[in-house]
């Protein structure tokens, strides 16, 4: 090679390789992401062959980062973050606590100090961005609630790891003998958290005004190149300037970018501008934990990563679960969280390389919390599913315990004149909206976002904020005297749930659902729907109706 191209041919490497084995994995029913994994192993150092640049991949994968998580931010707003707050902020940590603990006293059992065990906790108690963005774009959960709170303990677990830190150089004084200054010690903490609060305040104040008026301008010149530059550049360049000026992480920055430009009508459009370059760069970020993993540490110290990978998918996963039911949350709520977080990421690489770096850990620290980290993501599909599991069957437990009479899951009509209700104001739900709303057909939206509600009633519609238990929302929406009632949420466990207590309500009501997959469509018909579409099938029903000319 006649130049020197270390950038270029680790991004080539990295995506044709990646693209190769993601297809094997599929071919074989595993995620993709155990073949992004494998495609790291074979460019790394410890494998033989082409090594990739190990310094470039994490940079690049970090946009990755930022740009998953200003996609997050598209689809919540303030009032959905406030809403989580109460379970993310003492679950997340509570978890923190309990991992780290886990963490410390294994790090003891090895022999570590005191200060290399609490950071070994710590890296095992933060979990990975990308992953969980990434299961729960593939369950279809980001924008329901159950999600919104695992993205909130996202949120609350990255400002807890910006902290720590700040504290971190602290502790390793502490460890080698030197005098703490404990007025420097909290300067330095009043310092960081006032950052993030200006920080935060200055984006949901200034930022909601201006960003969403500057890409508007953008929009307003037809350029859809120009508008797609414009989001990245937002993206990037917020993430970049809060990490700079103000100390917090990139994807913290990226969220609230995505935030305050969420409540725009462009947010749609903005996230469709950025998604081709958001899923590329996520695969780097895979492919980068890949090239960090020494295989010789499961024949070395084979005891030591199962000992790590129990605290990972075992320890945090129940801690999770029952946070979230002591809260007073719904199993499925607790599942979602609990799989979100069996796994380690990037703030674990960050953590565990500052406490080398201070002397707090051995070396080998390093490679037992990688060889965490890429099992634990290869497994989190698995886990998903376990979860997904353990909460049906306590769905199925409470559904036993209230009969539901064996008729009223029989066939029935639309009648009255009563208003429809629509559960749930994303894509679909606001294009039936639309259509009925022309159509003069009476109408009765209902959606957790308060937003949206607020913009349908603006328009003269009646709205109702989803804010208590199903029965309750069916109340407050009229189901007494309803002539139909549609329910377009996608999650089909939440959708369940609605339907089946509108059942119990009303036998006669004619309910329609939308579903997501073969079994979900068996699912919501058991729970009383009489009509359930299921989009793939309807497609390839039109599909084929044009072909036959019917």
Not at 97 to 124: C, K, N, Q, R
Not at 182 to 200: D, K, P, Q, R, Y
Not at 415 to 427: A, E, K, N, Q, T
Request: aromatic share 6%.
């Amino acid at each position: 090679m006649p130049h020197q191209v270390p950038l270029i041919a680790t991004v080539c490497l990295a995506f044709v390789l990646a693209a190769i084995l993601g297809y094997l994995a599929t071919r074989l029913r595993l995620s993709p992401i155990v073949g992004y994994l494998f495609a790291g192993l074979l460019v790394g150092p410890y494998t033989p062959g082409f090594v990739a640049d190990t310094a470039l991949a994490p940079q690049l994968a970090e946009l990755g980062v930022i740009l998953l998580m200003f996609g997050v931010g598209l689809h919540f707003t303030p009032r959905d973050l406030l809403r989580v707050w109460s379970v993310a902020v003492p679950g997340a940590v509570a978890q923190i606590a309990v991992a780290t603990l886990v963490g410390l006293g294994l790090a003891l059992l090895w022999g570590w100090s005191v200060a290399g065990g609490l950071v070994f906790g710590l890296s095992l108690s933060v979990a990975s961005t990308v992953v969980m963005l990434r299961a729960l774009e593939e369950q279809r959960a980001i924008e329901t609630e159950n999600g919104r709170v695992a993205i909130g303990w996202l949120v609350v677990e990255d400002l807890a790891m910006v902290l720590v830190l700040v504290l971190l150089p602290v502790l390793a004084g502490l460890a080698r003998g030197q005098q703490a200054d404990l007025s420097g010690l909290a300067a330095s903490i009043g310092t960081t958290l006032g950052a993030v609060a200006l920080f935060v305040a200055l984006m949901l104040v200034v930022g909601r005004r201006v960003i969403p008026g500057m890409l508007a301008l953008v929009a307003r010149t037809g350029s859809r190149e120009l508008f797609t530059l414009s989001v990245l550049g937002i993206a990037l360049g917020i993430a970049y300037g809060s990490a700079l000026l103000f100390g917090v992480s990139f994807a913290l920055g990226a969220f609230f970018a995505g935030l305050v430009l969420g409540e725009s009508d462009l947010s749609h459009r903005a996230a469709e501008g950025s998604l081709p370059l958001r899923d590329a760069f996520a695969v780097l970020f895979f492919v980068s934990v890949g090239m960090l993993f020494d295989p010789s540490i499961l024949l070395r110290r084979p005891l030591d990563v199962a000992a790590v990978l129990i605290v990972i998918l075992a320890v945090k996963s129940a801690v999770a679960i029952g946070l979230v039911r002591l809260l007073g949350r719904s199993h499925a709520m607790a599942a979602t969280v609990a799989a979100s977080l069996a796994q380690i990421g990037e703030f674990s690489f960050i953590l565990i390389g500052l406490g080398i770096n201070e002397q707090l850990v051995p070396t080998e620290a390093r490679d037992l919390i990688v060889a965490g980290a890429m099992i634990s993501i290869a497994l989190n599909p698995f886990v998903f599913k376990a979860v997904e599991r353990w909460a049906a069957r306590f769905a199925g437990e409470e559904r036993a315990t209230v009969p539901v009479e064996e008729e009223s899951y029989g066939p029935h009509q639309p009648h009255g004149d009563g208003p429809v209700i629509l559960i749930g104001l994303g894509r679909v739900g606001s294009a039936i909206a639309a259509q009925l709303s022309e159509a003069k057909v009476p109408l009765v939206v209902v959606d957790q976002d308060r937003l949206k509600v607020e913009r349908w009633r603006r328009g003269g519609g009646r709205g109702v904020v989803a804010g208590g238990s199903p029965a309750e929302v069916l109340s407050d929406a009229g189901i007494a005297g309803a002539r139909m009632l549609m329910v377009t949420v996608p999650d089909e466990l939440q959708g369940g749930a609605l339907i089946e207590a509108a059942r119990r309500l009303r036998r006669d009501l004619f309910i329609t659902a939308r579903a997501h997959s073969e079994e979900g469509v068996e699912y919501l018909r058991s729970r009383g729907a009489d009509l359930v579409v299921y989009a793939e099938r309807e497609i390839a029903g039109r599909m084929v109706e044009n072909i036959l000319g019917v």
